[in-house]
């Protein structure tokens, strides 16, 4: 049987919606990957950027616990001896909360040319508009959690 690959003709993006409020960042992140990739697909192909668009609402408003707020550190180099930045998840999500999610989805996809290339396909607003009405973004709910968020 022959390998399929996709033709560039073959390639249909749709926009998807996901709403952020409540959502656990590591479930959503793999959603969001799955969708950037196009393995959600029947014409997935690993060497190619099969995927949708995604555009992320409300990113600042994400479900964690007080210890993970707390607990999880982000760090940055300046290149530069003594140049180490850490910030908590906690000031980054009052601060930058498209940062965190865009991060947390960045880690998931591959890490070379094609990735970055799906990464552009990735819009986050920490509120609940958006600029892309234009292009009729269906919304896209994510999996249903069997357990009680945790409180903020």
């Not at 709403?19 to 793999?30: F, K, P, V």
């Amino acid at each position: 049987m022959r390998t399929y690959s996709p033709k560039p003709g073959d390639i249909t993006r749709e926009w998807h919606v996901i709403d952020a409020e409540d959502a656990i960042l590591g479930r959503m992140a793999t959603e969001i990957a799955t969708l950037l990739r196009g393995k959600h697909k029947p014409i997935y192909a690993p060497h190619m950027d099969t995927g949708d668009h995604v555009i992320v609402v409300n990113a600042s408003k994400l479900a964690m616990s007080a210890k993970k707020a707390h607990d999880k550190m982000y760090y940055r180099h300046s290149g530069y001896p003594g140049g180490l930045t850490e910030a908590r998840l906690e000031t980054m999500i009052v601060t930058n909360p498209e940062r965190v999610v865009r991060l947390a989805v960045r880690r998931m996809l591959p890490k070379n040319r094609l990735g970055r290339q799906m990464l552009k396909k990735l819009r986050v607003y920490g509120g609940p508009t958006h600029d892309h009405q234009a292009q009729q973004p269906t919304t896209r709910q994510l999996p249903a959690r069997s357990y009680a968020a945790p409180q903020r």
